[in-house]
């Protein structure tokens, strides 16, 4: 495999809401992986929304992210399908749906490099991260965006595709309450550029796994 495509896609997670453009974890793989597998030619695009759904994510599947024909789809979807506020939430039950339907259609297509996944896009979940719970953003809570968590690696196990929990690294910071509090924005939901260096840190090794393998064999 001469290059490696990945597109990030998700919603404002993935696009870096309230931080500076090279921050946000799309910018730091274009930057940072090539300088780990210097032998590929990398190309990461960027295809997150700010308030986006994944009823919305499946829409635009072909046109952000498939025309691309990536080797690796980053998916970040959960926040505001888990957000009670009005027009953006979607019950687990129809984000299960959105969300099977954007694995099978990105193992369904045809990546330009046929010696990395037997020829397909693969996806990799990532879980939604946890929240600080405060009355700011009543809406959206640790506790729903559990349960939104559980979906992906749930999916993850079913369609057999690697999963980053992110939920469960950040949850493992809870422990001392500054630190924890330091890795998001004054929302308690967006990530702070402490919360992408964790989010970063997690999806960089989940990446290299994926890829020096085949690279390697």
């Not at 339907?101 to 193992?107: A, D, G, N, T, W």
């Amino acid at each position: 495999m001469k290059q490696c495509t990945i597109v990030a896609f998700g919603d404002s997670l993935t696009y870096g809401y309230g931080v500076l453009s090279h921050i946000a974890y799309p910018a730091r793989l274009a930057r940072q992986l090539p300088q780990q597998e210097p032998a590929l030619s990398w190309h990461v695009y960027n295809s997150g929304i700010n308030g986006e759904t994944t009823r919305e994510a499946l829409r635009r599947l072909e046109q952000s992210v498939l025309r691309h024909r990536p080797q690796i789809v980053c998916v970040l979807l959960g926040s505001n399908d888990s957000a009670l506020n009005e027009g953006q939430y979607r019950t687990p039950w129809e984000y299960e749906q959105n969300m099977s339907q954007i694995i099978e259609r990105i193992l369904a297509s045809a990546q330009p490099e046929a010696d990395f996944n037997g020829g397909r896009s693969l996806p990799l979940l990532l879980t939604p991260p946890p929240v600080i719970d405060t009355d700011f953003y009543p809406f959206t809570t640790t506790d729903r965006i559990e349960l939104y968590s559980n979906i992906v690696r749930k999916l993850g196990e079913s369609y057999h595709c690697p999963v980053a929990d992110l939920f469960s690294a950040f949850l493992q910071k809870k422990e001392d309450a500054e630190t924890y509090e330091a890795l998001f924005q004054y929302d308690g939901v967006h990530l702070s550029n402490a919360g992408y260096d964790v989010l970063y840190e997690l999806l960089e090794k989940k990446l290299l796994d994926l890829l020096r393998s085949p690279i390697e064999g």
